[in-house]
């Protein structure tokens, strides 16, 4: 027990660590992007997302055109449960690669999120066009298919997983087995 104690102990202190060495480069370099970037992904780590956020919209101050702090101010509001704000972040960064297939899949999260379930199947679907090896955007057009009456489509999808992610195939078919009071 005292091990594990001085284990999860050590592992803070050593991402405290990270944040204060961080810190240290923004604050000798504030021009530099890449170092609030770097420090809100750290934040994020921690869960300690309105830091993050913070860091992250400081790197776009200073590169609006950071790919990656967009993605992550989309990815720190969605965990934060705040869909409308990953929504705005998500879109903004599908603009900058609208066939993306990772793009496509984070804005139909959102539109799951939101109960937006066609919206969601249309990006899961664009994303497979573009991927069709996309095995978690296939399950989620899937559950999307589920809760609009689509259950063949979602029964297709079942059985094409079976070959491709069981383990996904398996929880798609608890979706399945929901929808018909099985």
Not at 41 to 58: D, G, H, L, P
Not at 91 to 116: A, F, T
Request: with cysteine; charged share 20%; net charge positive.
């Amino acid at each position: 027990m005292l091990s594990a104690g001085l284990t999860m102990l050590t592992s803070c202190s050593s991402k405290q660590n990270e944040i204060n060495n961080l810190q240290q480069q923004v604050w000798k370099n504030p021009q530099n992007a890449n170092s609030y970037l770097l420090l809100g992904n750290a934040y994020a780590r921690t869960k300690r997302y309105s830091e993050a956020s913070t860091a992250y919209k400081r790197a776009l101050a200073i590169n609006p055109e950071l790919d990656e702090a967009l993605h992550a101010l989309g990815a720190v509001a969605f965990n934060q449960k705040n869909y409308a704000e990953a929504l705005k972040f998500f879109q903004k960064h599908l603009e900058l690669s609208p066939k993306d297939s990772l793009r496509l899949y984070d804005l139909g999260n959102v539109s799951m999120q939101l109960g937006q379930f066609d919206k969601a199947a249309k990006l899961y679907s664009e994303a497979i066009e573009n991927s069709d090896a996309f095995t978690d955007a296939h399950y989620n057009l899937a559950v999307c298919y589920i809760r609009t009456g689509r259950r063949a489509e979602a029964q297709a999808i079942y059985e094409w997983l079976l070959v491709k992610n069981n383990y996904l195939a398996v929880s798609l078919q608890k979706h399945l087995k929901k929808g018909t009071g099985e």
